[in-house]
């Protein structure tokens, strides 16, 4: 089956790697994909705070594009995964929003008859293409790398049904089949802040801060995301943060990095030199000998 | 020294604003809050709030729109939706908080050359202008808006970007931007139409 591809605002930018990353891992393992032709901003959390109404027009001209080749979407960012899904149950449980989503597509000429399943590549990987697959075709084991894997709030709440919303555990399922191994993290579905840290730049740091805090207290060499926004502000910020508090050299890469790499992609085709804290050093350490 | 009347009284409540937020789309189960507190307890930035989750909820109900509003809690909230899915109610907390921001832009009460309404208002142009968002220009005109002083403050994460190839100088667009406009047009026309 061939699913279609969301890949979202965000991939295109401050994300590159994921999508890179993820693309690779998709290629190694024969998921077939299609990118949605002409997708457009699926409004995100801030368009859904202040006009949701509008938002759920805009996600549903992505979902109308998709219906018309395929039946499941892969949604890789945590926004986008959110929108498209709440967008799917507000259609249905209010017939009020259904008018002007039907309204406004039928003005262009589209229509959506609610036939599409919107998934996470942590989902798929997980359920369609199975771990022991994946550790068949692991040509690079990732030699017990330690890993405080963080979802964020995004890919788990509300709507999610693949893994269990208070502690998940299927990005470790999947990076174990390559050889890490996860540390106890208890904070990997607490929110990072999200645009916190441009409008309210104080309390975004605390949050950023003891997400890092934790997996260093916690022995972690490498944090694991599945959200662009987590990665960019995980990352990005991690110096401020530090100076806020304490410092901290916390590489954080998203899964799909580290799935690449363990399944035999070149370490500079999957985005790891986009990264601000270096992880090479941590890779020499456990002696992975990346491509 | 100013003395002020510390116990809210019933005729300071607004019961047009309660009959609203009970009837807010998917806010329909607030009358169904136990004040339990899980939400302010799951919460990540109830330590930062001036009124909880938990007491947003209440005051919203009974109708006190000027503390709802003057609420810093509004404006922490990150959708997050911890609230929300341990609520033992059922209570969508997080889209009544997005209920009540709306209301706090459409009433325009916050500080002046505040960050989040121009975020969102520069987010939904360029949706409606390209289609999609190009984040880092995004950021530049939130912060030429707001404070150039922390846009200069950002120009080496901005370098950062640039050099790991993060930060597209050129705007992504779509093809049909038209469509998208036509769709934005037509919600607007069926909003006002429907009066939701």
């Known amino acids: ?218 022995g972690a060499e490498v944090i694991t995301t599945v959200c662009p926004l987590c990665q960019f502000n995980l990352e990005s910020f991690q110096k401020e943060a530090g100076d806020r508090h304490h410092p901290t050299t916390m590489p954080v890469l998203y899964f799909s990095q580290l799935l690449a790499l363990a399944l035999g992609a070149p370490a500079d085709t999957i985005g790891l030199q986009r990264g601000f804290v270096p992880i090479k050093p941590v890779f020499a350490n456990k002696e992975i000998a990346y491509a | 020294m100013e003395l002020k009347r510390t116990i809210k009284f019933e005729a300071d409540r607004d019961p047009e604003f309660a009959r609203w937020i009970s009837h807010t789309v998917g806010g329909e189960r607030i009358r169904h809050c136990l004040q339990c507190g899980l939400c302010s307890g799951k919460c990540p930035l109830s330590l930062y709030m001036d009124y909880t989750p938990r007491r947003l909820m209440h005051l919203s109900r009974e109708g006190f729109k000027e503390e709802v509003l003057g609420s810093s809690s509004i404006w922490l909230c990150t959708a997050c939706y911890a609230c929300m899915v341990n609520c033992p109610k059922s209570i969508n907390v997080t889209h009544l908080l997005y209920a009540l921001k709306q209301r706090a832009i459409e009433e325009k009460r916050y500080p002046r050359g505040f960050a989040i309404p121009v975020m969102a208002r520069q987010f939904s142009d360029m949706v409606r202008g390209s289609g999609r968002i190009t984040e880092s220009w995004l950021i530049v005109k939130v912060f030429l808006r707001t404070s150039i002083w922390r846009l200069m403050g950002m120009s080496g994460l901005g370098l950062k970007l640039l050099r790991t190839g993060r930060m597209p100088l050129m705007r992504d667009r779509i093809e049909r931007r038209a469509d998208v406009q036509k769709l934005l047009d037509s919600v607007a026309a069926t909003r006002k139409e429907l009066a939701i």
Request: net charge neutral; with cysteine; glycine share 6%.
């Open chain 1, 1 to 218: 089956m061939k699913y279609a591809y969301y890949p979202g605002c965000s991939l295109r930018g401050t994300g590159r790697a994921y999508e890179e990353s993820l693309l690779a891992v998709f290629r190694a393992l024969d998921v077939e994909i299609e990118e949605i032709e002409d997708w457009n901003c699926c409004g995100a959390t801030t368009y859904m705070s202040v006009d949701e109404l509008t938002s759920y027009a805009l996600a549903g001209r992505n979902l109308a594009l998709a219906e018309q080749k395929h039946s499941e979407i892969i949604a890789p960012c945590a926004a986008c995964y959110l929108v498209l899904n709440k967008t799917q149950h507000y259609i249905r449980d209010y017939p009020d929003i259904r008018t002007v989503v039907n309204r406004a597509l039928d003005t262009i000429g589209l229509k959506y008859c609610d036939k599409v399943r919107v998934r996470h590549p942590l989902d798929v990987l997980l359920n369609d293409v199975k771990p022991e697959t994946i550790a068949a075709k692991v040509k690079v084991p990732l030699n017990g790398l330690k890993i405080a894997p963080y979802y964020g709030c995004q890919i788990v709440r509300p709507y999610s049904t693949f893994d269990d919303q208070g502690n998940p555990t299927s990005m470790e399922r999947l990076l174990e089949a390559c050889g890490a191994k996860s540390v106890h993290y208890p904070l990997k579905t607490t929110c990072c802040g999200g645009s916190q840290k441009g409008t309210l730049p104080e309390v975004g740091l605390d949050l950023i801060h003891y997400l890092l805090s934790e997996a260093q207290r916690n």
